[in-house]
Nanobody, 119 residues
Framework: QVQLVESGGGSVQPGGSLRLSCAAS????????MGWWRQAPGEGRKLVGI???????TYADSVKGRFTISRDNPQNTLSLQMRDLKPEDTAVYYC?????????????WGQGTQVTVSS
């Protein structure tokens, strides 16, 4: 059983910074992709950024230049450094991973962590 556990959410003023972490635990094969998604109130879940198995990292336009994703493959962890936070960044942030299981890729989600940006 695979678990993705996020930590590091909280409240911050506009212009502030937060760092989120995600750790994968359990027994599993190769993690293909890992990424961060977020869901604001009343909206669907949207991609923040993703690290592909190749090491390539892509970001949503709304966070480019402000957010940085880092992946530690040996530790099976993923982090999201957020800077210059804006009220529109307020959302529940979810860690996501695609993991090889046999001949297929299975998607896993963390439980989510709340980020609130408000003055």
């Amino acid at each position: 059983q695979v678990q993705l556990v996020e930590s590091g959410g909280g409240s911050v003023q506009p212009g502030g910074s937060l760092r989120l972490s995600c750790a994968a635990s359990g027994t599993f094969g190769n993690i293909i992709n890992m990424g961060w998604w977020r869901q604001a109130p009343g909206e669907g879940r949207k991609l923040v950024g993703i690290v592909l198995s190749s090491g390539t990292t892509t970001y949503a336009d709304s966070v480019k230049g402000r957010f940085t994703i880092s992946r530690d493959n040996p530790q099976n962890t993923l982090s999201l450094q957020m800077r210059d936070l804006k009220p529109e960044d307020t959302a529940v942030y979810y860690c996501n991973a695609y993991i090889e299981e046999g001949n297929r890729a299975v998607q896993y989600w963390g439980q989510g962590t709340q980020v609130t940006v408000s003055s």
